[in-house]
């Protein structure tokens, strides 16, 4: 069968539009990789606000928890670090600790109170594994 301009039906579509078909899947296709690369590196850049700030010793509890939010755990306690060093005494006074979960890891913050105010004396960032 042909058609008023003579093509047959059973006949393969023209050179130049397999070309243009075949560029244009191509482009797509580089398109979504550049796309999901993108996408990815932001990811691997993006970082949590406690290691934007590099760590909250000397920040008050007030303003952690303005900048991280509420806590997903708080003891009246100092728990121990048990993977980490002491680089110099807890100060005296009652202690706190608080705990932040992400998906990729926990970051710990110890306070101490005085003068009616808590303050943070030590933070960590433990990866995804390290438990507390």
């Known amino acids: 069968m042909?058609?008023?301009i003579g093509r047959s039906s059973s006949s393969a579509p023209?050179?130049?539009r397999w070309i243009r078909f075949r560029l244009?899947?191509?482009l797509v296709l580089v398109a979504a990789c550049a796309v999901g690369l993108?996408?990815?590196a932001?990811?691997?850049r993006s970082t949590t606000p406690w290691q934007q700030a590099g760590g909250m010793i000397g920040w008050s509890q007030v303003a952690i928890e303005s900048r991280l939010g509420p806590p997903d755990e708080s003891f009246p306690v100092e728990?121990?670090?048990t993977h980490g060093r002491?680089?110099?005494p807890a100060p005296p006074g009652p202690h706190r600790t608080l705990i932040y979960r992400a998906l990729d890891g926990t970051f710990v913050v110890w306070l101490s109170e005085a003068n009616g105010k808590s303050e943070c004396f030590r933070s960590k960032w433990a990866e995804y594994g390290s438990y507390y």
């Open 2 to 4: 042909t058609d008023a």
């Open 14 to 16: 023209p050179r130049g």
């Open 24 to 26: 244009t899947t191509l």
């Open 38 to 40: 993108a996408m990815y």
């Open 42 to 44: 932001q990811y691997r």
């Open 79 to 81: 728990l121990p670090d």
């Open 86 to 88: 002491r680089i110099r």
